[in-house]
Structure formats: structure tokens, C-alpha cells
């Protein structure tokens, strides 16, 4: 598609595959954008920056919901994970434009990821209470899960959960209701901050740059605020494991997908 040209039915389809990635991201404390991005290549057939900037505007829309719906936020973890996550989006983002962009190796990257996200969610979550705070060296463990999350998050369109979630639950053993809130906050503030960074370079007039099809973008948003809100409905029901390897499963085939695209 050309500039913001799109039809009713793309809208449509864009509605819904929103909804059902947050549905299936939100209860694992990941960005259900984590899913989209391959879609938004080759699907959508959108340009890398392009991709990048219209998931982290899903992710802006979507993840309040989610992070809403959650029974508590860990403010200490929130604070370290935000802290060093903003400033490494923007880096991120600039790499992505002026290094690598919408080439061959943006896709093998991406696809990278995915396979690494996709084998990490499968591994079991310790059953710890995790109500201990964090001492010296789990504080500097998180704020370099922060920066790396940041990093991948700015440069991918990502927002920063897809790391920040799965790398905290490994580094400290806690169960997941203590993590999933303080990684939807992270992946929200690395969106905004990513994308405000987007939107920077095209006003300063870097024509490699470009904005968020904001269509798209707001039509996955729209679908990405039901699915995260039915999400906490049926996530107490739905086993763990089952979510996690269905989870695994889709973040698989969409790294075949960029491969073979």
C-alpha cells in the first residue's frame, strides 16, 4: 500500500488481529505488538521504519488497558526498568533509521528476535513468592535488562516487554503477577518515547523517516484495547503453560514467515 491508502476491509482485519494479540500478549506481560510486526511487513506490506513506528502507535493505544487491568504493579521494578529503558529507545530508533532501516537485515534481525522471544517464553517460571526487594546487584541485573529492552524495543517497534519480561522473570525467580505490570508500563513509555523520536526526525526533515500509518496503527490500537480487556478475563482460567506455548508457537511462525518473505 502507498502512503495512508488502506480499505475498510484491511481496517477490519487490522481490528482484529489487535484484539487477538493483546489477548494473547497482555496475560504474559508482552506487547501483543510482538506479533504484529511480522504482519505489518509482510501482510500489510509497510516499509521497516514504517512497521516500527505504527507498532509502537498500537502499543501507545493498546497497553493502558492492560496495564489498567493488572492487580499490581511493582513500583521499584517499574522504576528501574522505565528509567533505563527510555533513554536506550531512542537509540534504538536511530539505529533503525540511519544503520539498517527496511532492508535484508532488518528482516533477519527481526526474525532473530522472535525465534529467541519464542524459546525463552517456554521456559517454566520459578514458583517463588517474590516479595523480597531488590539488593545492589539485582538493581544493576534489571537496569541492563532496562537498556537492552530500550534498545531492541526503539530499534524493532516493540515497545520493550518482549525482553524485559521474560529476562526479569529469569534474573529473579518472581512470579509473573509481580513482573507483567512493571513490563506493560515499560513497553508503553519506550512506545511513546520511540515514537515521539520517529516524529522527530521526519519534522526535521530526514526523508528516510517515516510517520506511523496511522490507520493501521489506531485500527490495531482500537482491537488491541478489547483483546487486552477480555484478556484479564480469561487468563486466571486459561493454564500457563497453555498460554505460554501458544505464545511460542505464533512468535515461531511469524519468524518463518519474515524468513521466507
Do not use: K
Not at 187 to 194: D, E, H, L, P
Not at 206 to 218: F, I, R
Not at 249 to 255: E, N, Y
Amino acid at each position: 500500500m502507498s502512503g495512508w491508502e488502506v480499505s475498510g476491509w484491511e481496517l477490519g482485519l487490522a481490528v482484529v488481529l489487535g484484539a487477538l494479540a493483546a489477548a494473547i500478549g497482555t496475560p504474559t506481560g508482552v506487547s501483543g505488538g510482538l506479533l504484529l510486526l511480522p504482519l505489518l511487513l509482510t501482510v500489510f506490506g509497510l516499509g521497516g521504519t514504517v512497521a516500527s513506528a505504527t507498532n509502537l502507535l498500537f502499543n501507545i493505544v493498546s497497553t493502558p488497558i492492560g496495564i489498567a487491568r493488572q492487580r499490581r504493579v511493582d513500583v521499584q521494578l517499574t522504576l528501574l526498568l522505565v528509567g533505563s529503558a527510555a533513554p536506550a529507545a531512542v537509540v534504538g530508533a536511530l539505529v533503525n533509521v540511519f544503520l539498517l532501516g527496511d532492508s535484508t537485515a532488518f528482516r533477519a534481525l527481526v526474525a532473530g528476535l522472535l525465534g529467541v522471544v519464542g524459546v525463552s517464553v517456554l521456559v517454566p517460571r520459578p514458583q517463588l513468592s517474590g516479595t523480597a526487594p531488590l539488593t545492589g546487584p539485582g538493581r544493576s541485573a534489571i537496569l541492563v535488562v532496562g537498556a537492552a529492552s530500550g534498545l531492541l524495543g526503539g530499534f524493532y517497534g516493540l515497545g520493550g516487554a518482549v525482553l524485559a519480561a521474560p529476562a526479569t522473570l529469569l534474573l529473579t525467580g518472581w512470579p509473573v503477577v509481580r513482573v507483567s505490570g512493571a513490563a506493560l508500563v515499560a513497553t508503553f513509555v519506550v512506545s511513546v518515547t520511540g515514537l515521539a523520536t520517529y516524529a522527530g526526525l521526519s519534522l526535521a526533515g530526514y526523508t528516510a523517516v517515516n510517520t506511523p500509518h496511522w490507520p493501521l496503527g489506531l485500527s490495531l490500537g482500537a482491537g488491541g484495547v478489547i483483546g487486552g480487556y477480555w484478556a484479564a478475563r480469561y487468563a486466571a482460567l486459561v493454564p500457563d503453560r497453555l498460554l505460554r506455548t501458544v505464545l511460542a508457537a505464533m512468535v515461531g511462525l511469524g519468524a518463518v514467515r519474515l524468513v521466507l518473505s
